[in-house]
C-alpha cells in the first residue's frame, strides 16, 4: 500500500465542480489497487482573492511544496476581470508554476477513436489516430527574457530576449526523452536553427543529451515546418521538445486535432517527482455551478499525476482505458454531442467512468 499525499487547488467558476468528480475516480482507483490519497485543499485564484486579498497565498504555496504532487482545477472568472495583471486569478498559476520550479509543460493532444469527427481535419489525414506528447520548456525563452523600449531611427522600437542556456535545454530535453522511452520512442525536436543563435545552441545541447538515449529515434523540424507537418501528417508524431514560444504555439494547434478543449489534460513537472495537474481549459464561468461542464480533462490530468509523479502506470492506464470506454458506448457531454448519443451531466459523465473502473 501506498501512501500519497495531493494539494488541491479547485480553484474558481466549474474548477471545484470537475475537481470533485476527478477525486471520487481518484478515491475508486486507490480502492481497486490498494494506494491512500490523502487530499488538503487550498484556495488558489479568485476565491483567495475574496478570501486574502490576494490570488496566491503563503498558506498555499507551503502546502502545495510539501506535497507528492499538486491538483489543479481552474482559476478566474467575470467578478475579477477589471483586476490589474498582477492582482488577477491567474498570476496563482504562474506563482505555483515558479515556486515549485516546474519547467517542463506536458501537453498531450490525443484524438479518442470515438471522437474523430470531432477533428476539424478531413477523416484521410487521421486515419491512424493522433497521440502526440507536447513537451514545452516553460521558464525560459522570451517571455522571461530581458525586455523594454528603446529609440531607434525607426522611432520607438520594443524587444523581448531569446535566450536559453546549456542547463536548461539539457533538463527540458532528458524529460522529453525519458517520456519517449515510455511512448513509441520518437523524438521531434522542435528549433529554428537555420536563423536563430539561441536555437543553435538548442540543437547542439539536444544532439548531446541524445547520446544518452540511443534507444529513442530523434528527428528535427523548423518550427515553420513543424506547424505544417502537425496538419499533413499529425498520426506520424510522438513526443515533441521545443521551448516555450514555439511550444506555446504548438501546443495549442495539436490540441485542435483532437476536437474539444474539454478533454484535454496538462501537467507541469521539475527535477523531482512533484508536479502540477490541470485540464487546459479555463473556468468556463458561463456554465459554472449547472452541471454541464465535461470533467474528463480534469479526469485524465489525475492520470497523468498517477503516471509522472506517482509511477503507477497500470492505475493511469485504467482511468484512460474507462474514459475510452464510456466514449465508445456513446456518453457526450455537451461541448462533445453529437447527433445519436447519449448526453450527460458532469457528475453523471464521472459516475458512467466509475462504473468502468
Ligand atoms: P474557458 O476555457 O474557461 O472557456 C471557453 C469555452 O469553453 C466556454 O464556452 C466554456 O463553457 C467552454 N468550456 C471550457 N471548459 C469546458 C469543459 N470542461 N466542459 C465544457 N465546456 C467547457 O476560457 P475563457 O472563457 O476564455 O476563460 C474563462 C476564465 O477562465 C477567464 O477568467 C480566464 O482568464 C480563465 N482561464 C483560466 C485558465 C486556467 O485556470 N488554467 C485557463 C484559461 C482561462
Same mark, same amino acid.
Given at each position: 500500500m501506498s501512501n500519497f499525499n495531493i494539494a488541491v487547488v479547485a480553484g474558481d467558476g466549474i474548477?471545484?465542480?470537475?475537481?470533485?468528480?476527478n477525486i471520487n475516480?481518484?478515491?475508486k482507483i486507490g480502492q481497486k489497487f490498494g494506494h491512500s490519497f490523502k487530499y488538503e485543499s487550498v484556495l488558489g485564484g479568485g476565491c483567495a482573492i475574496d478570501a486574502y486579498g490576494e490570488p496566491l497565498p503563503q498558506h498555499t504555496i507551503d502546502v502545495c511544496k510539501a506535497s507528492d %504532487?499538486?491538483?489543479?482545477?481552474?482559476?478566474?472568472? +467575470? =467578478? +475579477?476581470?477589471?483586476?490589474?495583471g498582477d492582482k488577477r486569478p491567474e498570476r496563482a498559476l504562474l506563482g505555483l508554476r515558479?515556486?515549485?520550479?516546474?519547467?517542463?509543460n506536458l501537453r498531450p493532444a490525443t484524438l479518442h477513436e470515438a471522437l474523430k469527427d470531432a477533428c476539424p481535419l478531413k477523416p484521410e489525414f487521421v486515419e491512424n489516430g493522433v497521440d502526440i506528447m507536447v513537451v514545452r520548456e516553460l521558464t525560459g525563452g522570451m517571455y522571461f527574457g530581458e525586455k523594454g523600449r528603446k529609440q531607434t531611427d525607426m522611432g520607438e522600437a520594443a524587444y523581448d530576449v531569446e535566450q536559453y542556456s546549456v542547463k536548461e535545454v539539457e533538463r527540458i530535453t532528458r524529460t522529453a526523452f525519458e517520456i519517449?522511452? =515510455?511512448? =513509441?520512442?520518437?523524438?521531434?525536436?522542435v528549433?529554428?536553427?537555420?536563423?536563430?543563435?539561441?536555437?543553435?545552441? +538548442?540543437?547542439?545541447?539536444?544532439?548531446?543529451?541524445?547520446?544518452?538515449y540511443p534507444d529513442v529515434e530523434l528527428d528535427h523540424l523548423y518550427v515553420d515546418n513543424a506547424s505544417m507537418q502537425?496538419?499533413?501528417?499529425? %498520426?506520424t508524431f510522438d513526443v515533441i521538445v521545443t521551448g516555450n514560444i514555439f511550444g506555446d504555439i504548438l501546443s495549442d494547434e495539436a490540441s485542435q486535432l483532437t476536437g474539444s478543449i474539454g478533454m484535454l489534460p496538462s501537467a507541469s513537472l521539475g527535477e523531482g517527482s512533484l508536479g502540477m495537474y490541470e485540464p487546459v481549459h479555463g473556468s468556463a464561468p458561463d456554465i459554472a455551478g449547472k452541471n454541464l461542464a465535461n470533467p474528463i480533462a480534469t479526469?485524465?490530468?489525475?492520470?497523468?499525476?498517477? =503516471?509522472? %509523479?506517482?509511477?503507477?502506470q497500470e492505475e493511469a492506464k485504467t482511468i484512460e482505458d474507462a474514459v475510452a470506454k464510456v466514449l465508445n458506448a456513446g456518453y457526450r457531454t455537451g461541448d462533445i454531442m453529437s447527433e445519436g448519443m447519449k448526453k450527460l451531466g458532469c457528475k453523471e459523465m464521472a459516475e458512467a467512468i466509475l462504473a468502468e473502473i
Open positions: 474548477g471545484p465542480e470537475v475537481m470533485e468528480q475516480v481518484l478515491n %504532487s499538486v491538483l489543479l482545477g481552474a482559476v478566474g472568472g +467575470w =467578478k +475579477w476581470d477589471t483586476l490589474p515558479g515556486a515549485l520550479g516546474l519547467f517542463a519517449a522511452r =515510455k511512448r =513509441k520512442k520518437h523524438l521531434t525536436n528549433d529554428k536553427q537555420n536563423v536563430l543563435e539561441s536555437s543553435r545552441l +538548442w540543437r547542439s545541447t539536444v544532439l548531446e543529451v541524445a547520446k544518452d502537425l496538419i499533413m501528417r499529425p %498520426s479526469i485524465l490530468s489525475g492520470a497523468m499525476m498517477l =503516471k509522472y %509523479s506517482f509511477g503507477l
